[in-house]
């Protein structure tokens, strides 16, 4: 084969192994960081969500107490911020699992019962219609639920969820075999050895993703369900978006290692 | 020694180039063949981004148009645009644009999709029955005077009637239209037990004389 025939088909080469590293290195941020539940746990923890997200049942559910004829003091005690990181971090398992789950009211409802049944006693209240007491009780229960499940939204997206990760695991198995396939390919059959080309390109389409990513979607405005959510979402975009840098810089690092531990001759 | 260098170096420019080369094109490629499904993704998350909104009533005047019968600047929701009385009932409250429950723990709420006073159409009113807010609303008799105190106004509505309905069929029995100026207030019944209150204690009044418009 000529000479230049080969060039050009190892240029060819080059640019799709550039494609399939892209895609493998996108495929393995997600994989570590969004379809990752340990990732989700730290942010969520960083993030303090747990603690906003505990204050926010104890204001839904204050909505409540007011109208039903209570004072907000009966929702003292009635959860912890404990149990629900334990709920929420038991509810995220299970999305990722594609498995929906029931959250524990048990404590709660009792505790509320308790509570309940002290202030009447303490204001001397008499209780006409113990149903309406028990409807109350279901409907804090229900916010309490609702809060942690972010009103089911998220059990909505579990099959999905978990589809994507089973196709990016398949994806990311096909892609790096293939690009070995195609390494060897270059570097063995047609004696090409530019593998820090590749390294550049994915880098250099990385930092175009990155910077389109930025200019066309407006980010700090993003707001999905509510404040709480909405700052999670943004606070893991802004980490991918850094992540993807760091990756993007540390190619280009290793291409010119690669390049400058090279034999001069066998460059092109 | 340097020569290696300068020779390494220009190899790298070399394999630099080809990769900016590389990446222009892919994302000629990528921009040309789908833009538009790229357009598409774009407008989709930037559907979930909203400007927040951090005017105040101070930064305007709302006043009616005698004409056309409409504000013609609104207040922002959650600003206190009114006062509300009933004198019988011993009833004074702030009005807040916005009837959400968020808004309910400071005070009554005006319903976003209802009307103004003054602009003809149906005013709808929630307030909590706490004794702060409507708990007294049903000591209020058919005849007794309603007033709310804009900013552009003072309105006065005479009451007509009142109901008790469920809370599930509110919004079948509170229809909003701009046939009649009718002033619709309600509350959570019963209003003086515990626990969940299924039913609403509504009160209908209809606009009397002129405003004291300011």
């Known amino acids: ?268 | 020694m340097p020569n290696i260098i300068i020779r390494k170096s220009k190899v790298i420019v070399k394999q630099l180039a080809i990769a900016f080369f590389f990446t222009a094109f892919l994302v000629f490629l990528t921009l040309t063949l789908g833009k538009n499904k790229i357009n598409k993704a774009i407008n989709l998350v930037n559907n979930f981004a909203i400007i927040e909104n951090i005017g105040s009533n101070q930064d305007k005047k709302i006043q009616i148009n005698k004409v056309t019968k409409r504000l013609v600047s609104y207040p922002n929701f959650g600003d206190i645009w009114a006062k509300i009385e009933i004198p019988s009932a011993n009833i004074e409250a702030n009005v807040y644009h916005g009837d959400t429950l968020d808004l309910l723990k400071y005070g009554v709420g005006h319903h976003a999709g209802s009307y103004f006073p003054g602009e003809g159409g149906t005013i709808l009113i929630a307030g909590h029955n706490s004794s702060r807010d409507f708990g007294r609303l049903p000591q209020a008799k058919i005849g007794d005077i309603i007033k709310i105190k804009a900013v552009y106004g003072t309105y006065n509505y005479r009451i007509d009637e009142y109901e008790i309905i469920e809370a599930k069929a509110l919004n079948e029995k509170l229809e909003i239209n701009d046939k009649k100026e009718i002033l619709m207030v309600y509350t959570c019944y019963p209003v003086d037990t515990l626990g969940y209150k299924s039913k609403r204690y509504v009160v209908y009044a209809s606009l009397v004389g002129d405003p004291n418009e300011e």
Do not use: W
């Open chain 1, 1 to 268: 084969m000529k000479n230049s025939i080969k060039s050009i088909i190892s240029y060819l080469i080059l640019f799709v192994e550039s494609i399939l590293l892209f895609i493998l290195t996108t495929l393995l941020i997600t994989k570590f960081t969004i379809f990752n539940t340990s990732y989700i746990r730290n942010t969520l923890e960083k993030n303090n969500y747990y603690q906003d997200l505990y204050d926010d049942i104890k204001v839904e559910m204050s909505y409540y107490t007011n109208q039903s004829g209570f004072e907000d003091s009966i929702l003292d005690d009635t959860f912890t911020i404990g149990e629900v990181r334990y709920e929420t971090n038991k509810y995220i398992e299970n999305i990722y699992k594609g498995k929906t789950l029931n959250i524990d009211i048990i404590n709660l409802q009792s505790r509320l019962n308790n509570n309940i049944n002290e202030y009447v006693r303490n204001q001397n209240f008499k209780v006409i219609d113990q149903k309406e007491i028990d409807k109350f009780i279901q409907t804090m229960c229900e916010v309490y639920q609702d809060e942690i499940k972010l009103m089911g939204y998220a059990e909505k997206g579990a099959s999905i969820v978990t589809k994507i990760i089973s196709l990016s695991n398949k994806l990311i198995i096909v892609l790096s075999v293939a690009l070995v396939l195609l390494i060897v390919l270059n570097t063995f059959v047609l004696k090409r050895n530019n593998f820090a080309i590749v390294l550049y390109t994915s880098a250099f389409i990385i930092l175009f993703c990155n910077h389109y990513f930025k200019a066309n979607i407006d980010i700090k405005n993003i707001f999905i369900y509510s404040k709480l959510v909405s700052d999670i979402i943004k606070h893991i975009i802004n980490s991918l978006l850094h992540i993807s840098i760091i990756i993007s810089i540390i190619y280009i690092i290793l291409g010119i290692i690669l390049a400058m531990t090279k034999k001069l001759k066998k460059s092109y």
